[in-house]
């Protein structure tokens, strides 16, 4: 059985493609099957995983709105080594369209069971918006991975978004949780940087995750190249923080 994590921040500019994109090669570097889903019609995990968004014949938005099934348009990212349900502009019409469909946050997760068989872990970027898409990928998964940086305006976003994590484990999806907080971009010579680690530490345990995502050259240049920072520069310190994150959600699936 697929375990389906979203990741999600209602702040723009947190790393959260960044994030699916190299988690999911890293996962699949670790020998895992895996999906991505592209729920931002911006498109840029389905570009950052070298498949062009300009040219796709189908994408999510045909499965959103029932035109065709998740396997007719999933597609694989060869050099990454995962599969991918692309996104790209027509995706910004599906909400207008979903809104009179039948059980329309729930399309994306009916769509899945089809493929559960197929995948290991399915990754879902999410918008940096509470939408119809977002819901879709929040009831759609199992848990939510949060990116975010060491800054204060981020410890505001986040208190909105647990809020939202809980409103729709209440009334939507009962299997949703927190999986964890990833710390992305990370500059240890900040002492805000410190100052917010040390208090996201003590406010949340456990739920967040030990690997830490430093600022890194080779993975902002990585998108330019159609590839994943994993597979543009393996041995880069952000490639290798995503490749030890990677282990750590293995091994945090597998405890249970």
């Known amino acids: 059985m697929a375990k389906i994590f979203a990741v999600a921040n209602q702040k723009g500019g947190v790393g959260k493609t960044t994030t699916t994109v190299n988690l999911s090669a890293a996962l699949a570097a670790h020998g895992q099957r895996v999906l991505l889903i592209d729920l931002d019609p911006q498109g840029n995990a389905t570009m950052g995983s070298g498949i062009d968004k300009r040219s796709l014949p189908v994408s999510v ?8 099934s998740l396997a007719e348009v999933r597609t694989r990212a060869e050099a990454a080594g995962y599969d991918v349900l692309p996104s790209n502009r027509d995706l910004a019409g599906a909400e207008v369209e979903m809104v009179d469909l039948e059980n329309r946050e729930n399309r994306l ?10 995948y290991d872990f399915v990754l879902i970027d999410c918008p940096p918006s509470l939408s119809m898409l977002t819901l879709n990928g929040l009831c759609a998964a199992h848990g939510v991975i949060i990116p975010m940086q060491c800054e204060y305006y981020a ?12 409103q729709v484990h209440a009334k939507m999806n009962r299997d949703l949780k927190i999986i964890g907080l990833l710390r992305v ?12 680690s040390a208090q996201l530490d003590a406010h ?13 050259v080779r993975l902002a240049e990585a998108p330019s190249h159609g590839l994943p ?18 282990a750590e959600m293995i091994g945090r699936v597998k405890e249970g």
Request: charged residues 25%.
């Open 61 to 68: 938005y045909h499965q959103l709105v029932g035109l065709k």
């Open 229 to 246: 920072g994993v597979i543009f520069d393996r041995a880069a310190k952000g490639s290798q923080a995503y490749l030890s994150f990677a």
């Open 204 to 216: 949340f345990g456990d739920k967040v995750f030990k690997a830490i995502i430093p600022r890194n």
């Open 109 to 118: 997760r009916d769509a899945l069971r089809e493929v559960d068989a197929d």
């Open 155 to 166: 410890l505001e976003g986040l208190s909105d978004l647990v809020n939202t994590i809980k």
């Open 185 to 196: 971009m990370f500059d240890p010579r900040s002492t805000l940087s410190q100052q917010v």
